[in-house]
């Protein structure tokens, strides 16, 4: 009697570590796949501006305060191979330490910050948006958010970015 006693328990027991082994792969999986694929996706986008051929490079801000009227504002430049080359100069300082994959923002209202657009000879296109503190990709609705590792090269970037509209 004794022994089928012991055998329900460790039975019990076993099944209980079974499912609680379980539980943590799920929990795992959630968590771990999606920033794998969204810091994937943001490795795919910072080496096409890198390192691509490119037919056209656009950095564009659809709300850049260079008007009177809210409805006339934005700016959009093509960028020249010397302005390429320095941003890419400025990303790779930036892409050295890295990013944290930080909190993502979904939302209808799409996406309205400085955006780095790269096409390919191709016809592909790499978008990669800016804010002053972050790097993002939008896709399906949802920014998929970065802050950069190092702050001070992030902010040679941005502010040179920024700068293009002056010219």
């Not at 795992?28 to 795919?44: K, Q, S």
């Amino acid at each position: 009697m004794q022994k089928t006693a012991k055998a329900r328990q460790n039975g019990t027991l076993v099944a209980g570590i079974v499912i609680l082994f379980v539980a943590v792969f799920i929990i795992f999986i959630t968590i771990a796949v999606p920033h794998v694929r969204e810091n994937r996706i943001l490795e795919d986008k910072v080496h096409a501006l890198l390192y691509s051929d490119y037919e056209r490079v656009v950095v564009s801000d659809p709300l850049y305060k260079n008007a009177a009227t809210p409805l006339d504002r934005g700016a959009e430049v093509l960028l020249s191979t010397a302005q390429v080359q320095q941003m890419r100069v400025l990303l790779q300082d930036v892409v050295q330490s890295g990013f944290r994959n930080v909190d993502n923002k979904s939302g209808a209202g799409g996406a309205w910050d400085m955006k780095c657009q790269l096409r390919a000879p191709d016809g592909t296109r790499t978008d990669l948006y800016f804010t002053e503190h972050e790097v993002y990709f939008y896709a399906d609705g949802t920014a998929f958010c970065f802050a950069p590792k190092d702050l001070s090269a992030y902010d040679a970037l941005f502010a040179y970015m920024s700068s293009l509209f002056l010219a």
